[in-house]
């Protein structure tokens, strides 16, 4: 059984950073791996993935604020999230392959 656990959401002023982190168990760890965000009364809107060998793509409006990593050896993969902004407040939801998803972290952004 695939299980994804998100961590590491809270409540962070603008300007600050968080990181993000969604262990996977029950897979072997070399699909893609990728974030989605929903914020309240929006659909869910893709973040980034990163594949199996590293390569990695990003929303443009996250682009050069928010990095997309993974460590296979550990089966898990992160977010670190920079210069946040309220807009960014969101449910954040980690996949694997779009398959398999995780139950969600809450990042709110505000003074």
């Known amino acids: 059984q695939v299980q994804l656990v998100e961590s590491g959401g809270g409540l962070v002023q603008p300007g600050g950073s968080l990181r993000l982190s969604c262990i996977v168990s029950g897979s072997i760890f070399r699909s893609t791996m990728g974030w989605y965000r929903q914020a309240p009364g929006k659909e869910r809107e893709f973040v980034a993935t990163v594949s199996r060998n590293g390569g990695t793509y990003y929303a443009d409006s996250v682009k050069g604020r928010f990095t997309i990593s993974r460590d296979n050896a550990k089966s898990t993969a992160y977010l670190q999230m920079n210069n946040l902004k309220p807009e960014d407040t969101a449910v954040y939801y980690c996949?694997?392959?779009?398959?398999?998803w995780g139950q969600g972290t809450q990042v709110t952004v505000s003074s």
């Open positions: 996949h694997r392959d779009r398959t398999y």
